[in-house]
């Protein structure tokens, strides 16, 4: 067997000029072996505060450009001014490696260029058209994933495809669901993947009493969920500045289990949330004015413009209630945004059988969520698995570093909002629901369909 002895003797001469400069951390030692010896091209590290994610980082593209002439390296972060400042201003990737490797060091692109030709280039995700073109030779980086352009991520992983490039997704898990953990999820379930958790615990150089202190503070503020996300690299939904907090810790049982036997009692509440540019959301709530229980059983999240129209959202409608039709349901109150006026005079156009009935918004965002609080924490609603976004939406639904309510993500519960104030639900006023108005505001499903087609339907 042929040895390049001239190879070993080079790669000799960079791990010993990089060891001698950086002596890694217990954790980081199988995630460098994972990277450079036992050839795995996804690699993740949840971490938390002062893990020691930059220094390996460092490392990992450093020891990429020189094993690898030529080879094209890029540190990824969320905004190019902001890695241009933490990583670059500071000096942390420039020093890392021996000045006598580097053939120049360009300031205004943040690019170090090698004398072997490999370059290592620091960059913004905020630019995913100018990552969707480059096609890189070498290792890419993500650091602080959850704050990166999902958009700018799904724009440049393709291209790695071309020269098989390594991939290292890294950074603190963020308070709310969505890609950065849906990744993380992925590396660590794929066996051909590399995942690992690094605690502030687990950086050695950190001091423990420091950590224990900044723990008990911060538990003793309510912020166990910050000192778990940010210190110990634990996904924590929400915590202190969740809108629903209850959502997470409540329970979720298959639809099959929570269908009501004397389903012939209970009363199908349809909501409608329109929105013709963004997600138009229906859910479907099966409510028992006895027990003042209430089961989601079905939802609608459409968020393709072309079906967002009161024809297509209607004949999707109309096929959900047709199966809870066959189940035993024929009562059925339906409520939508009243200030959708456009879905409902589309709706009286082409179909006047419809019969829905205007929100009550008069308490506004604040009594919404007052609303659906009040039916969870008094144990009126029971979670099944036929309402995910909506599950999501309210998981997920927290409030920003300034305290304000978000913007978006917000239509399923909404639709939910609605149906729980039709359903005379007023957690402003009272803990139990006002009684339905005398007169009776649902309608069978002969009348809703005609008895023709309520016949087709059994």
């Known amino acids: 067997m042929v040895r390049d002895y001239e190879g070993l003797a080079s790669l000799a001469e960079v791990l010993l000029e990089l060891n001698s400069r950086w002596k890694p951390l217990p954790w980081q030692i199988p ?272 968020s393709r413009p072309e079906y967002c129209t009161a024809r297509k959202i209607r004949d999707a409608v109309n096929e959900k209630i047709s199966e809870f039709n066959k189940l035993g349901i024929k009562a059925i109150e339906m409520v939508y945004d009243s200030s959708a006026r456009w879905f409902k005079q589309e709706l009286v156009e082409i179909d006047e059988t419809w019969w829905l009935s205007p929100c009550d918004k008069s308490s506004g965002l604040q009594g919404e969520i007052s609303c659906w609080r009040g039916v969870l924490s008094h144990g009126h609603f029971e979670w099944t698995d036929a309402t995910p976004k909506l599950r999501w939406e309210m998981e997920n639904y927290i409030l920003d570093d300034k305290g304000r309510l978000p913007d978006k993500d917000d239509h399923a519960w909404q639709a939910g909002a609605y149906i729980l104030k039709a359903m005379g639900f007023d957690f402003n006023e009272r803990l139990e629901p006002k009684e339905l108005p005398s007169e009776r505001r649902y309608f069978t499903m002969e009348e809703d369909f005609g008895a023709e087609s309520y016949t087709d339907l059994e």
């Open 31 to 302: 995630f460098v072996r994972a990277l450079f010896y036992e050839g795995y091209k996804d690699l993740g590290a949840q971490c938390g505060r002062g893990a020691g994610k930059t220094e390996v980082s460092s490392y990992c593209l450093w020891r990429w450009a020189m094993e690898n002439p030529g080879s094209e390296n890029y540190f990824i972060g969320p905004l190019a001014i902001q890695m241009k400042e933490i990583v670059w201003a500071s000096g942390r990737i420039q020093n890392f490696g021996p000045s006598e490797w580097i053939e120049s060091i360009n300031n205004t692109e943040c690019r170090i260029t090698l004398k072997n030709g490999s370059f290592i280039k620091i960059e913004g995700s905020n630019n995913a058209e100018k990552l969707r073109g480059i096609k890189p030779k070498g290792l890419i980086i993500w650091d602080e994933g959850k704050d990166c352009d999902p958009q700018a991520i799904e724009a440049m992983d393709p291209n790695r495809a071309r020269y098989n490039a390594p991939m290292i997704f890294i950074g603190t898990p963020p308070d709310r669901d969505g890609p950065f953990m849906t990744r993380m999820r992925q590396l660590e379930s794929d066996p051909r993947s590399f995942f690992t958790r690094a605690t502030s615990y687990d950086n050695t150089y950190n001091e423990k009493s420091w950590l224990d202190r900044k723990r008990d503070l911060l538990i003793q503020a309510g912020l166990e969920d910050v000192w778990r996300r940010e210190y110990m690299a634990e996904f924590v939904q929400g915590g202190n500045r969740s809108v629903f907090p209850m959502v997470p810790r409540m329970p979720v049982r298959p639809l099959k289990e929570m269908w009501p036997k004397d389903s012939y009692k209970w009363v199908l509440y349809v909501g409608f949330d329109p929105a013709s540019t963004s997600v138009f959301a229906v859910e479907f709530f099966l409510f028992n004015p006895f027990s003042k229980k209430v089961i989601p059983v079905g939802e609608i999240y459409e």
